[in-house]
């Protein structure tokens, strides 16, 4: 049963996740969302690897959010940090959610890990169950299958379902290379090591 739609960036987690749905064959679609990262071109390139790396063609949908606000978080040290989008999970949620309603799909998986929920809220399984329990009406429920697990947990799955070298973690590639300083990097690199 094709019942699960997955918001894919072309990371680590997510396409872990696009693993696990084209194993249990439960893969329905994928929705990638551009609301103006820096890095959306090589996101955007690794999803497309992620499905040719799993053999899989489910539905694919883009979602344009380019005009989106993104504000720069503060570092502890005061200067500008990583840039934040507010509401962000909530606003791929809702189309995710929509794009399953429309192919019949009652799940909408996130890759939200452990490791993320310390810094976002919208990361925690409360803030998951608030928004399921939001979506039911619909007939859609979220799910985080990762929220439980560590970074380096889910490296070694990408590794051990050959999505590892697949994936793109960074947030500000520097002439389309990672970056190697940002969040995302250094939670890889930490994680790999």
């Not at 809702?94 to 919208?122: K, P, Q, T």
Request: aromatic share 6%; charged share 20%; proline share 5%.
């Amino acid at each position: 049963m094709r019942d699960v739609v997955i918001l894919c960036s072309g990371g680590v987690d997510s396409s872990v996740l696009v693993a696990r749905a084209v194993r249990d064959q439960r893969l329905a679609g994928v929705v990638f969302v551009n609301y103006g990262q820096p890095a959306a071109l090589m996101e955007w390139r690794a999803v497309q690897q992620i499905l040719k790396g799993v053999g899989s063609e489910p539905m694919f949908h883009e979602v344009p959010l380019t005009t989106t606000y993104v504000r720069a978080m503060k570092d502890p040290a005061g200067s500008a940090g990583a840039r934040v989008v507010p509401v962000r999970n909530l606003m791929m949620v809702a189309h995710a959610a929509n794009f399953a309603v429309r192919l019949g799909a009652s799940e909408v998986w996130i890759g939200a890990i452990g490791d993320d929920a310390a810094e976002y809220h919208d990361c925690r399984p409360e803030w998951m169950a608030l928004v399921s329990s939001a979506l039911a009406g619909d007939g859609v429920r979220l799910a985080a299958p990762l929220v439980n697990m560590s970074k380096r947990e889910v490296v070694d799955e990408a590794r051990e379902f050959g999505m590892l070298d697949l994936a793109w973690s960074c947030y500000t590639p520097i002439a389309g290379k990672p970056c190697m300083s940002c969040n995302s990097c250094r939670s890889r690199i930490g994680a790999s090591a």
